[in-house]
């Protein structure tokens, strides 16, 4: 058949996707056994509206082409007529035309009949309103009079067409709703809708139309048809993927290829069930079932917030300090004390100045790395000063803190560089927060909630932070929408604890295992250097001074005093022994301290007390009262 004068071009078969290119010669669709059992009872299915839910790579488009050709290649009398596709991008147009010409070739033959071969020519699409435009179209034209045209984006004008209307992955298109609303005037005319698609999120309108398809709200000309990876699996894929590629089938090898196929998921499981399973995931893309979230999350913890007015910055520093300072001791201190001293303590910060919240999120992992968050600050248009007031707070009580992740995304690297600063680079994670962390972190902390292994307080709006993650090109990230929050209306959200707790857990898997500074130096050689010595060594906090040290320390200083006064001013060190002990406290708080330490030795570094007493001087009973 010759090219009709409208064909801008006739499509190389070099130019075809490689699906289509792989089908070997001699392969005729029309043989027994050669489509599988459920592309078969897709094809048996005769309503005015047919619609199909299905996993990926089940082989209902190949199939559905195969229909097309036929519908086409028929006279009317037998129920011929043009069939159109609408796919979600313009290579699945071409893949689908090309099928439809590879099976066209066969049917031909069959028939004796003329076919043309892909022709590229201008579609002229219209809107409701008139308007018209030229879209790129490929067709198959058939001495019947019908033909197949494969539409390379999306028609305006779909109302407009006659026959049978195929769209594929519907759920994909960029106004599902609007494409499915228009198809349905097709039936006027006596055309045929054929929807199929994968789920794109239980929000989708694809797959409200299959609930409402179940329901009856359609009558009995429609019907649904559900076809997944393990259906095509059970009839015959595996076989059939060897057989295009020219290879043996075992069971051994469909094992490994079926292992291969879920495993590619990682830990995207809900990705994975939708795509595979047919099963929508639990919103629009959210990657976390709310389910998941309420099974994480504990009564009895809090979410401590402080929001704030504008003017607040108005305020005198002093004043902001002090402000700060009583919201602390009324509220955050006593959620910092019953913290486990044995856990391991991370945290994690969001940073926000403005519009969205800041948040802090401080996080426990135990011997059986499960992660706990005993509670969440949430700050509101709190000035960065006092952002760092209230952190700085929290973490030098965090016991047994090993690190955190701050956000230095835009304005918050200021605050970021300034905590690592106070308390060590090695130990303060500086994060940029962009597309590739998040594919690299984000589906770590997705599956903290999957497998269980993550518990948070229990609170409606971090609930709502948690399904803002949402799978983006298959990378689960933050939506950057914004919703009200959930107590205050006035105020939005932005998915904000989400972003605290992946960077805590980032802080877990992190800064614990980066590196480790080991201080050592050759053992002694002699016992006699330490024989008649008590030593010990501490660690402390600048702020404060443990209560059990200090009186350690005052007994010392006092010793300290008696051994070095001369002997008339024995008197005068008893009574300014307070006054002495006192100063002695506040260079601890300031750095260095030795006691008693001899000359020449090393002088300790900040934060650490060296002590030494002779046994006759500070006695085995006195020790133990310390």
């Known amino acids: 058949m010759k090219p009709s004068s409208s064909t801008l071009r006739v499509i190389e078969w070099d130019e075809l996707p490689p699906s289509v290119r792989q089908i070997p010669e001699g392969y005729n669709p029309l043989l027994e056994g050669i489509l599988m059992a459920h592309q078969s009872d897709w094809l048996a299915i005769d309503t005015h509206i047919k619609l199909c839910e299905k996993g990926r790579r089940t082989g209902i488009t190949f199939a559905e082409a195969l229909d097309s050709v036929i519908t086409a290649a028929s006279q009317k ?68 009079g019908f033909k197949i045209v494969a539409l390379s984006s999306n028609p305006a004008g779909v109302r407009g067409l006659q026959g049978k209307v195929i769209i594929d992955e519907a759920a994909f298109h960029r106004d599902v709703s609007a494409v499915l609303d228009a198809a349905t005037a ?102 976390i079932p709310g389910v998941w979230i309420d099974e994480a999350m504990r009564p009895g913890r809090t979410v401590l917030r402080l929001a704030l007015d504008e003017d607040f910055t108005q305020q005198p520093v002093y004043r902001r300090e002090a402000y700060v300072n009583d919201w602390i001791e009324r509220y955050l201190a006593q959620w910092l004390q019953p913290l486990n001293p044995q856990l391991r303590h991370f945290l994690g910060m969001d940073y926000a100045r403005h519009r969205d919240f800041s948040i802090i999120c401080p996080m426990s992992v135990d011997q059986a790395r499960h992660r706990d968050v005993p509670f969440v600050v949430e700050m509101h248009k709190v000035p960065t000063r006092q952002q760092q007031q209230i952190l700085f707070y929290i973490l030098r009580r965090l016991p047994r803190f090993v690190g955190a992740a701050l956000d230095a995304t835009g304005s918050g690297e200021t605050l970021a560089e300034d905590t690592a600063d106070e308390f060590g680079h090695n130990r303060i994670q500086q994060v940029k927060i962009t597309r590739t962390w998040y594919g690299a972190w984000m589906p770590k902390f997705v599956q903290l909630f999957e497998d269980g292994t993550v518990t948070l307080p229990k609170d409606d709006a971090l609930h709502q932070d948690i399904r803002a993650i949402e799978t983006v090109d298959g990378i689960p990230m933050i939506v950057k929408a914004r919703k009200q929050d959930l107590k205050d209306p006035d105020l939005y959200r932005h998915g904000d604890f989400a972003g605290a707790g992946a960077l805590a857990n980032f802080a877990t898997l992190e800064v614990a295992s980066g590196p480790v500074n080991v201080k050592s ?96 001087q500070f006695s085995a009973d006195t020790w133990e009262r310390y």
């Open 521 to 616: 130096r050759r053992p002694r050689q002699g016992q006699h250097i330490t024989q008649g010595y008590l030593r010990g060594r501490y660690h402390l906090p600048l702020d404060p001074v443990p209560t059990m040290l200090r009186d350690a320390v005052v007994y010392l200083a006092r010793h300290w005093l008696y051994q070095r006064r001369p002997e008339g001013a024995l008197p005068d060190a008893v009574k300014d022994s307070r006054k002495d002990t006192l100063k002695l406290l506040e260079n601890i708080r300031d750095g260095v301290v030795t006691l008693g330490l001899p000359t020449g030795h090393a002088a300790p570094e900040p934060g650490e007390i060296r002590v030494r007493s002779r046994p006759q």
């Open 186 to 287: 097709l039936l006027i005319w006596g055309g045929r809708i054929v929807i199929i698609s994968t789920h794109n999120g239980k929000a989708n309108a694809f797959n409200q139309m299959v609930s409402d398809i179940r329901d009856q709200r359609y009558g009995s000309s429609a019907q649904v048809f559900r076809a997944t990876f393990d259906d095509a699996v059970a009839n015959g894929l595996y076989e059939r993927v060897c057989f295009m590629a020219g290879k043996v089938a075992t069971p051994e090898g469909k094992e490994a290829w079926y292992k291969q196929i879920r495993n590619a998921y990682g830990p995207r499981k809900a990705q994975m069930r939708e795509e595979l399973d047919a099963i929508p995931r639990d919103g629009n893309g959210v990657c």
């Open 77 to 144: 009398i037998a129920g011929g007529m043009d069939c159109f596709y609408i796919g979600d991008t313009k290579e699945k147009g071409l893949e689908f035309i090309g099928y439809c010409a590879k099976f066209s070739r066969v049917i031909a033959e069959a028939q004796a009949s003329g076919v043309s071969q892909i022709e590229e020519f201008l579609f002229q699409d219209q809107d409701d309103a008139g308007n018209t435009r030229q879209i790129n179209a490929y067709r198959i034209r058939y001495a019947s």
